[in-house]
């Protein structure tokens, strides 16, 4: 049974030079566990797994992400790469005192968790990925694998000027919901759900600042030495019509203790779609 939290510690932290809104819950003493979202969600991506993790004593903070939402959005893709979105991650920690903590992340919040584990890596002390790729990975697989550069072609579209947000904003975002409800399981989101949403992406400078993190993709910051030392867990819905099961297999690849969960059936949203298989999966290996 899908049982949704909301949760009555919403504030702010300051991180980085910027100023996150967060969502909060579990004990303050509890093991810290970050949750990070990807596009074009908000923090809401997690109604699911904050309660279970918060009942289970773990300290939940999930931010919504610069740029979305009740955040701050600076102005320019620069302020977006993955050195500084990681530098956002670890501030989060250091707000509350953390000098380690678990990261849990989908999507774009995927492509942050596993950077964050890559360049922070006492930082970090488990992490857990759900349907995104390692930032070290991507490119090459594309290159090497036409299929999945066919599927990634919005990247590349998303880096037009104006365009984008011209296109996702016209008629009430109906694009944005559109793309939310034909790449997901029927039922999967809610009127209620994609009213949330559009309410965050009607936020003012949100859509720029969403995109900002595509149009960022081209300043990538060099990584030499990618390999991620916290154990692993990469849980993946095989029906994602955004991403190649092989990303997550090359992706695993750099890591010296992980393993994959696949569940059959879900795709790109697998946290929404599958919640109890998701929470039970993140429960056992948080905990070990």
Same mark, same amino acid.
């Given at each position: 049974?899908?049982?949704?939290?909301? !949760?009555?510690?919403?504030?702010?932290?300051?991180?980085?030079?910027?100023?996150?809104?967060?969502?909060?819950?579990? !004990?303050?003493?509890?093991?810290?566990? %970050?949750?990070?979202?990807?596009?074009?969600?908000? =923090?809401?991506?997690?109604?699911?797994?904050?309660? $279970?993790?918060?009942?289970?004593?773990?300290?939940?903070?999930?931010?919504?992400?610069?740029?979305?939402?009740?955040?701050?959005?600076? #102005?320019?893709?620069?302020?977006?790469?993955?050195?500084?979105?990681?530098?956002? %991650?670890?501030?989060?920690?250091?707000?509350?005192?953390?000098?380690?903590?678990?990261? +849990?992340?989908?999507?774009?919040?995927?492509?942050?968790?596993?950077?964050?584990?890559?360049?922070?890596?006492?930082?970090?002390?488990?992490?857990? %990925?759900?349907?995104?790729?390692?930032?070290?990975?991507? @490119?090459?697989?594309?290159?090497?694998? !036409?299929?999945?550069?066919?599927?990634?072609?919005?990247?590349?579209?998303?880096?037009?000027?104006?365009?984008?947000?011209?296109?996702? &904003?016209?008629?009430?975002?109906? &694009?944005?919901?559109?793309?939310?409800?034909?790449? &997901?399981?029927?039922?999967?989101?809610?009127?209620?759900? %994609?009213?949330?949403?559009?309410?965050? =992406?009607?936020? !003012?400078?949100?859509? $720029?600042?969403?995109?900002?993190?595509?149009?960022?993709?081209?300043?990538?910051?060099?990584?030499?030495?990618?390999? +991620?030392?916290?154990?692993?867990?990469?849980? =993946?819905? &095989?029906?994602?019509?955004?991403?190649?099961?092989?990303?997550?297999?090359?992706?695993?690849?750099?890591?010296?203790?992980?393993?994959?969960?696949?569940?059959? @059936?879900?795709?790109? =949203? +697998?946290?929404? #779609?599958?919640?109890?298989?998701?929470?039970?999966?993140?429960?056992?290996?948080?905990?070990?």
């Amino acid at each position: 049974m899908r049982q949704a939290l909301d !949760p009555s510690t919403p504030g702010t932290r300051r991180t980085n030079g910027v100023t996150l809104h967060c969502v909060e819950a579990g !004990p303050e003493d509890g093991p810290l566990v %970050i949750l990070l979202h990807g596009f074009p969600e908000f =923090w809401w991506g997690w109604r699911y797994q904050i309660g $279970t993790l918060a009942d289970a004593g773990f300290r939940v903070l999930v931010p919504d992400q610069r740029g979305y939402n009740l955040s701050d959005k600076p #102005e320019g893709r620069r302020a977006y790469d993955l050195d500084i979105l990681a530098g956002d %991650i670890v501030g989060l920690a250091d707000a509350l005192g953390r000098q380690t903590f678990s990261l +849990v992340g989908h999507d774009w919040g995927g492509l942050v968790a596993w950077w964050t584990a890559s360049r922070h890596p006492v930082r970090v002390k488990n992490l857990a %990925i759900l349907n995104a790729p390692h930032p070290n990975v991507a @490119g090459s697989y594309m290159r090497s694998h !036409p299929s999945q550069m066919v599927r990634s072609l919005y990247v590349g579209f998303f880096q037009i000027p104006f365009l984008p947000e011209t296109m996702l &904003s016209a008629n009430g975002h109906r &694009s944005l919901k559109n793309a939310l409800r034909r790449t &997901s399981r029927p039922g999967t989101f809610s009127d209620d759900d %994609i009213a949330a949403y559009e309410k965050t =992406w009607s936020q !003012p400078g949100a859509l $720029t600042a969403m995109l900002n993190w595509y149009r960022a993709l081209p300043f990538k910051p060099d990584m030499k030495d990618a390999t +991620v030392r916290a154990p692993t867990l990469v849980i =993946w819905g &095989s029906k994602d019509r955004f991403l190649e099961k092989g990303l997550a297999e090359a992706s695993i690849a750099l890591c010296e203790n992980g393993s994959i969960c696949w569940i059959e @059936g879900a795709t790109h =949203w +697998v946290q929404h #779609e599958e919640p109890e298989a998701v929470n039970a999966a993140l429960l056992e290996f948080l905990r070990t």
